[in-house]
C-alpha cells in the first residue's frame, strides 16, 4: 500500500487580506508583537472562518526588488507553518528594515518566535 501523499499547503487568494478595510481592522483592533524582522497584527476570527494573511513592506526597506523578495519570503513562512496555528485570524505582517538581506531560514525563525509571542502557534 503507498503511503499516503502530505497535504498540500497552499496560499489561495481567499487567504489572503486584499482590502484596505480589512488590514485597518486588524491593525486597529487586534494584538500587536514586535519580534526580530517582523511586526504582526491580527484580529481573531470565529471557529469555521478561514486564516487569511496580508503583507506589508514600506519604501523604507528598499526598492522594488528587495520589497517583493520580504512579501515572497513572510508570504512562505505563513504557507508553510499555517497549520500550526491555534485558531482563525486575519494576519497582518509588517516587514522591518532587518529583513533586507535576510534568507528563509532567518525570517521563518523570526515568524514562529512571533507566533509563539502571540500565543497563536500549536505546542
Sequence with gaps: MPAASPKRLGFARSQRLKQGRDFARARQEGPRVVSGCLIANWRRLPVDATTRLG?????????????????????????VHQQELTQPVDLVLVARQSIVGRGLAGVEKDFLATMRRAGLLIG
Design 55 to 79: 503583507v506589508v513592506t514600506s519604501k523604507k526597506i528598499g526598492g522594488a526588488v528587495v520589497r517583493n523578495r520580504a512579501r515572497r519570503l513572510m508570504r512562505e513562512a505563513f504557507r
